[in-house]
């Protein structure tokens, strides 16, 4: 897959290609809304469809081979909906599917749940059930022993819990099975995004920068945090999706992700507010700050340090630039204003992975040698946090690209009185 910075949207799928339509932001004559002039961006969406899940079983297939994997575990959760379009809840009750090398996968589920499962399944057709008293592991090892691989290597994926690891453990205690971490295969698929994903994850953040710009409009003194959070959820809603923002006002802008304390917006205040929304599965992730009244040189000077330490690290995007080089570049733009060591003041890392969780693998993080690759998604947020004063953090999702990178949902800061551009 190439994608350049010059054809994005056309690469990403937002255009009528994949979606059916070119958003226009004009109300919906005859309906009474809050916002006059949102409608719903997401109506004509396209949904994934069953040729892509079959891509990333073949994928992830291939990683397996080249891993030497027989097999790999996958329980309730994201990894499920993602390789199997399928969705079940996590209980003590172990349910789950092996993907394998040799055909499809094969479903391990509870006896009483197999006619519901059927509804759900959409790849496979082997479903072993377990009644009350029986062992589900037990089951997990015959799978293997029917595969052919009983002395082989079993991936887990990275979120199964713990029981269940031991469980497998416990009943294939006579074999030379191997359990290994499953990341290497749905990390190496989930980590590189489709044109189609890319495109949910640019419209997810467009929607979301929106919903903040007219949300904003709506400020007034005495505010309160949940007062603009039901704003931007309503404006999220409008458009078609199911997403919010976390305000904070003045001082509790220094804490990264709040505080317990509640405080009403006043003249001067910092506004700090962090969100998101998802389009088929796909999320964005957005903060923007912003001053409620006339800045101050001080709220100037901190801000325009944040900006230039995110343009910083979003200019050095290459492929084959090391996901750590990104920090340590936004770092050293923060140091330098004075607003250092380390992490005193940008106290995070500068971004995470970002797909159908809203934090995954991988991350912007010094240590991380990774070297970045075309249709690899990340947030590049910055911040210098000082308590008793103000916070200040600027967040936008981005796609690398194979000639850099370009930013998701466009409207990006140019500066603390444009916060979208």
């Known amino acids: 897959?190439?994608?350049?910075?010059?054809?994005?949207?056309?690469?990403?799928?937002l255009s009528i290609g994949l979606f059916g339509f070119i958003p226009s932001l004009y109300s919906c004559k005859g309906e009474e809304t809050l916002f006059e002039g949102l409608e719903n961006m997401t109506k004509d969406v396209k949904p994934l469809a069953p040729e892509d899940y079959k891509s990333r079983l073949e994928k992830a297939k291939e990683l397996m081979m080249a891993n030497q994997v027989d097999g790999l575990l996958i329980t309730g959760g994201t990894n499920m909906s993602?390789?199997?379009?399928?969705?079940?809840?996590?209980?003590?009750?172990?349910?789950?599917?092996?993907?394998?090398?040799?055909?499809?996968p094969i479903w391990i589920c509870p006896a009483f749940e197999v006619e519901r499962a059927k509804e759900i399944?959409?790849?496979?057709?082997?479903i072993r059930a377990w009644e009350e008293h029986e062992s589900p592991y037990d089951l997990i090892a015959g799978v293997l022993k029917d595969l052919g691989s009983a002395n082989g290597k079993l991936a887990i994926g990275p979120t199964t819990r713990n029981f269940i690891v031991e469980g497998i453990r416990k009943a294939t205690s006579g074999s030379k099975l191997q359990l290994i971490d499953?990341?290497?295969?749905?990390?190496?698929c989930r980590g590189i995004k489709t044109e189609k994903e890319i495109a949910y994850m640019d419209l997810a953040n467009k929607i979301t920068k929106i919903a903040y710009r007219e949300a904003f409009k709506k400020l007034e003194e005495g505010m309160s945090p949940e007062q603009l959070r039901g704003y931007i959820q309503e404006a999220h809603t409008q458009m078609g999706t199911s997403g919010s923002g976390g305000p904070m006002f003045g001082p509790i802008s220094a804490f990264p992700h709040g505080s317990r304390e509640?405080?009403?917006l006043k003249?001067?205040?910092?506004?700090?507010?962090?969100?998101?929304?998802s389009v088929e599965g796909y999320r964005s992730d957005v903060t923007r700050t912003i001053v409620?009244?006339?800045?101050?040189?001080?709220?100037?000077?901190?801000?325009?340090?944040?900006?230039?330490?995110?343009?910083?690290?979003?200019?050095?995007?290459?492929?084959?630039?090391?996901?750590?080089?990104?920090?340590?570049?936004?770092?050293?733009?923060?140091?330098?204003?004075?607003f250092g060591p380390e992490y005193r003041y940008f106290a995070h890392r500068l971004g995470h992975g970002i797909?159908?969780?809203?934090?995954?693998?991988?991350?912007?993080?010094?240590?991380?040698?990774?070297?970045?690759?075309?249709?690899?998604?990340?947030?590049?947020?910055?911040?210098?946090?000082?308590?008793?004063?103000?916070?200040?953090?600027?967040?936008?999702?981005?796609?690398?690209?194979?000639?850099?990178?370009?930013f998701l949902g466009g409207m990006t800061t140019k500066g603390i009185e444009q916060p979208f551009g």
């Open 1 to 13: 897959m190439a994608i350049h910075r010059r054809n994005f949207l056309k690469a990403g799928g």
């Open 292 to 338: 409620f009244g006339k800045p101050t040189d001080r709220q100037r000077q901190v801000f325009d340090v944040v900006l230039k330490a995110q343009t910083a690290a979003h200019e050095a995007i290459r492929p084959g630039v090391a996901c750590e080089t990104l920090d340590i570049i936004a770092r050293k733009v923060i140091e330098d204003a004075g």
């Open 355 to 406: 797909g159908m969780d809203g934090h995954e693998y991988p991350y912007l993080v010094r240590g991380n040698s990774l070297l970045l690759q075309p249709g690899m998604t990340f947030s590049n947020e910055p911040g210098i946090y000082i308590y008793d004063e103000f916070g200040v953090r600027i967040e936008d999702c981005f796609v690398v690209t194979e000639d850099g990178a370009t």
């Open 182 to 188: 499953g990341s290497v295969i749905t990390d190496g």
């Open 262 to 264: 509640v405080r009403d």
């Open 121 to 126: 399944i959409k790849f496979g057709t082997d």
């Open 267 to 277: 003249d001067g205040d910092i506004i700090l507010v962090d969100g998101g929304c």
């Open 82 to 104: 993602y390789f199997l379009d399928a969705s079940w809840w996590r209980s003590e009750r172990f349910f789950g599917a092996i993907v394998n090398t040799k055909g499809d």
